[in-house]
């Protein structure tokens, strides 16, 4: 049994790409096995607020989220565009948090 407010969610496989968490896969369908890319997955529901760098927080919980999104990106990536994107868009959400770049 679980708790009242506990839901689960279910994500379909769209356009041949599995929504594995963390990592969408996408294949050529004109290509051979060898040419499958990989990017960072972020769900719908992704809110990107991180916790304000003046609040109470140890410093380690403000950037741990950045770090990880960062490493995360360069672990799975399938070339170096991916990374950079992902890296961008982390530097966005980390500015709109009030974070310095």
């Keep these: 049994s ?7 969610t279910c994500d379909k496989e769209v356009s041949d790409k599995p929504p594995i968490p963390d990592l969408p896969i996408t294949k050529d369908s004109n290509s051979s096995a060898e ?8 769900k ?6 991180l916790t304000h760098p003046l609040s109470p ?11 990880t999104s960062v490493d995360r990106a360069y672990k799975i990536r399938s070339s170096r565009e991916p990374f950079h994107d992902e890296a961008e868009k982390t530097a966005e959400m980390s500015s709109n948090n009030g974070h310095s770049k």
């Design 44 to 49: 719908p529901t992704h809110s990107g607020v």
């Design 57 to 67: 927080s140890p410093l380690k919980s403000k950037l741990g989220p950045t770090r």
């Design 2 to 8: 679980s708790h009242p407010s506990t839901k689960f």
């Design 35 to 42: 040419d499958i890319s990989t990017t960072v997955h972020r």
